[in-house]
């Protein structure tokens, strides 16, 4: 079973800089965190119906188990 949580946020965005702040590596990593910037790629978005950033999207299998919209805590997103 794959899980991975996507990270949805722009450049403009307070609260994505806000997020990303807080995620080192070691938590990237452990929480399999991939960070999409909507700007670069709009595509994914949209195929994810992202409306708002900052989004945590949580897959599982490829498939959307979580979704959470707005800034947030690790322990939350370790609890997706």
């Given amino acids: ?4 949580i996507l990270f ?5 965005c307070g609260p994505c800089k806000q997020m990303k702040s807080m995620l080192s590596e070691s938590i990237i990593s452990e ?3 991939r960070i999409i910037n909507i700007s670069d790629d709009m595509e994914i978005a949209t195929e994810h119906k992202v409306m708002n950033v900052p989004t945590f999207i949580k897959l599982v299998d490829g498939v959307e188990e979580t979704r959470v919209i707005g800034a947030t805590t690790i322990d939350a997103l370790r609890k997706l």
């Fill in 1 to 4: 079973m794959k899980k991975e």
């Fill in 31 to 33: 929480l399999s965190i």
């Fill in 8 to 12: 949805f946020s722009s450049p403009w």
